[in-house]
């Protein structure tokens, strides 16, 4: 146990360091050289010294008088400033125990005892600046033998049996600046407990068993620098009151217990906190200026809670802050909203989170950041990612430990594969299982020049599931977005539409924007089958008003397999089995979707997106557990209804849509309401008739017949919504 004593005691070195400088001042003006007091061990007593002017002794509970004889004997220059003794079957602390001996700091641990009697620190040559009583059985503070230590300043009373801590638990004792009473089983404290120790610059009650109600009613801490409450029963949201005003704490620790937020305006009245510790909780929501009363904070650690998102106005005022850990969370994404109002930060610690996606514009804001880990993140390495990658294999103030966090998860041709290595080839959107290789022969394409740029099908895929595209953009300085992906089949010598797909893709997000790839799954098409392929880019910088339209179509080509397909369901992976959309009035929307799993997977949000004419009208975020929502407001169809497992535009072949007809028009819907309401009163009518010529024919006894069986009134056939099955997917 020897190691655990001298952590235990490590806080009495620095208080003591000053009184070993002296004595070590004296000595060298004696021309003496401090040495180890010889003690002769025996069965029940063995000392020793490891630093200057500290004494170690292990013994039974005669052998502290056999140690305090022996310290009265030595000569002022030989003095012990630190004893440090661990005492068995000490139940007790009674009498003078160390009269006429020159001690500064004292620790008495036993593992037993009990009590602690007034007169116990009497009669002690100097006055003791600091005492440990830890690892006994404590169920009190030892108020009256402490009492009488007036120059105390620092005193150990953790691992004890402490329950609880009155108002006069620490009278006489006002010199005290660092308190430790961590691990004890602390219930209560009197409000007023502290306000006996107006030096108090350290406290930790770390290990107990107090609530927000006992701490936020304490008093008397305008000292206090550090404060350590974790391993409490701390519950609920943070807010502006959980803490007492402390106007010059610096350090607060709230790890491990059970707050489930952070709400605005949180730690109010602690005006100079430079460090926060949050880990191991249960937050899962983090209040838009959750921090606005605190923006001296240069460290914040978030670790291992339940946050799925940070946004920026959450940690807005935070200009200061330095570090920043939300390992072993639930993020999804890296955006710019959790680190542009960090203008400070230098270290950045994300491992074990749920990212898949790193925003292109995420970290030019942060230039002078040297920490960053992304370990254990299910990184997807398609064009979104190109940016980051880009970032990651120039930037040179990163260690390289610490960009070989970023790994690939998905695709399956990069999976493990270092994203600070991947090329902006490599990078390619839709979910390509493997990369497109241009033909020998040249361009499958029909060049089509607008507005004095080309696009061209440079390389064509087709697996057996999905169709890859390669297509070349010739574009000299003007930026471009995607619109629309249109496919044609050839039926004799003419060529229908056959599908129109909407299209999203920034060319500012791209590593290079002279080549595009795009990838949708197959579902209608037929092997065999010919298909021209037309993609219409929108040039400029403006809105869709003021772009010119830029086209490219391919030649026609067969549908016939060029590689064998690696797409695979994903063991322990959702999937979306149906979508079924129903409208049920002028407007209104019923979206019910059937999902797939093999096991639960938590956090899954599923993305509801309608579209009319290829317009985005209204989004809805689901959670899969309840995968069904309804849509109000919308404007005349037919619609396009598609959900994505994640956020849509979709990074993975995990969408489904379906095509909905345009809803009735209000005449029609009230000519329906017309007829249902006339068929129900005719319908009225002929069961009246009915039950009249029933009772006519009951009043005839002769006429009655043993069996008489009526047949049921015809009811008029049920309006039924009309549900429209899934029949093809499109994913671009």
């Not at 033998?145 to 620092?154: G, I, N, T, Y």
């Not at 542009?340 to 930060?345: G, T």
């Not at 149906?578 to 049920?584: E, H």
């Amino acid at each position: 146990m020897w190691w655990w004593w001298c952590l235990a005691v490590a806080w009495l070195t620095t208080a003591l360091s000053l009184a070993a400088e002296e004595s070590a001042t004296t000595l060298a003006a004696a021309g003496g050289e401090w040495r180890c007091p010889e003690i002769e061990a025996t069965a029940a007593l063995s000392c020793g010294c490891d630093l200057p002017h500290t004494l170690r002794c292990a013994g039974d509970r005669l052998s502290l008088d056999s140690v305090a004889r022996h310290l009265r004997d030595l000569s002022p220059a030989a003095s012990v400033s630190l004893l440090d003794c661990t005492v068995q079957n000490l139940t007790q602390l009674a009498g003078p125990l160390l009269q006429g001996v020159m001690l500064h700091g004292l620790v008495i641990s036993s593992g037993e005892l009990r009590q602690v009697k007034s007169d116990v620190f009497t009669g002690l040559a100097t006055p003791l600046q600091a005492l440990g009583l830890p690892n006994n059985l404590l169920d009190a503070i030892p108020t009256n033998a402490l009492s009488v230590l007036k120059s105390l300043d620092r005193l150990d009373l953790s691992h004890n049996k402490i329950v609880r801590i009155e108002n006069s638990s620490f009278e006489g004792m006002s010199s005290i600046t660092f308190l430790d009473i961590s691990d004890n089983v602390l219930k209560y404290v009197s409000p007023d407990a502290f306000v006996q120790l107006p030096l108090l610059r350290i406290l930790r009650l770390q290990g107990n068993r107090l609530g927000v109600g006992v701490i936020s009613a304490l008093q008397g801490f305008r000292a206090l620098e550090e404060l350590d409450l974790s391993g409490n029963s701390l519950a609920g949201p943070l807010g502006p009151t959980t803490l007492p005003r402390l106007p010059s704490l610096k350090v607060l620790s709230l790890a491990h217990n059970q707050l489930s937020s952070v709400s605005k305006g949180a730690l109010a009245g602690l005006d100079q906190l430079r460090s926060l510790s949050l880990h191991h909780n249960q937050i899962d929501v983090l209040e838009d200026h959750a921090f606005r009363a605190v923006g001296t904070l240069n460290q914040l650690d978030l670790a291992h809670n339940r946050m799925v998102a940070v946004s920026g106005a959450s940690l807005a005022h935070l200009t200061n802050l330095a570090k920043l850990d939300v390992a072993h969370n639930f993020l999804r994404a890296l955006t710019s909203d959790l680190i542009l109002p960090l203008k400070s930060l230098r270290e950045l610690k994300l491992d074990d989170n749920d990212i898949s996606m790193v925003a292109s514009d995420a970290l030019l804001s942060s230039p002078k950041l040297i920490r960053l880990t992304l370990s254990d993140n299910p990184l997807n390495c398609d064009c979104s990612l190109s940016q980051f990658a880009h970032w990651l294999g120039n930037v040179s103030s990163l260690p390289a430990a610490d960009k070989a966090t970023a790994v690939c998860a998905t695709p399956p041709q990069l999976e493990n594969g270092l994203v600070q290595e991947l090329s902006a080839t490599d990078l390619v959107c839709g979910d390509v299982s493997e990369a497109i290789a241009a033909p020998s022969e040249g361009p499958l394409a029909t060049p089509m020049p607008v507005s004095g740029t080309r696009v061209v099908l440079r390389g064509f895929q087709y697996d057996g599931i999905k169709v890859s595209l390669l297509w070349s953009v010739e574009a000299n300085s003007a930026t471009y977005s995607c619109d629309a992906l249109f496919i044609y089949e050839e039926l004799g010598v003419n060529e229908i539409l056959l599908e129109s797909n909407p299209l999203q893709c920034d060319s500012t997000q791209l590593v290079d924007p002279r080549s595009l790839s795009l990838a949708l799954p197959a579902t209608d098409l037929q092997p065999g089958h010919r298909y021209r392929y037309c993609v219409v880019l929108l040039e400029g910088k403006g809105g869709r008003d003021d772009s010119a339209l830029v086209l490219g179509c391919s030649e026609v080509i067969p549908l016939v397999p060029t590689a064998k397909s690696r797409a695979q369901p994903i063991p322990g992976r959702t999937h979306i089995a149906n979508v079924d959309a129903n409208l049920t009035a002028l407007g209104t929307m019923a979206i019910a979707i059937q999902l797939w799993s093999d096991q639960t997977e938590p956090h899954c949000i599923l993305t509801v997106s309608i579209f009319v004419e290829g317009t985005l009208v209204a989004q809805r975020h689901i959670n899969c557990s309840i995968p069904w929502a309804v849509v109000h407001g919308l404007p005349n169809g037919p619609y396009q209804v598609c959900a994505t497992l994640g956020d849509f535009p979709p990074t993975e072949p995990k969408t489904k849509c379906v095509t909905v007809l345009q809803a009735l028009e209000p005449h029609h819907t009230l000519l329906s309401r017309v007829l249902i309401v006339t068929l129900f009163i005719l319908s009225g009518l002929l069961l009246i008739a009915v039950y009249h010529t029933v009772r006519k024919i009951l009043k005839r006894p002769k006429e009655i017949r043993t069996h008489q069986c009526f047949l049921p009134v015809t009811q008029p056939e049920e309006q039924h919504s009309r549900y429209v099955k899934l029949q093809a997917t499109t994913k671009l």
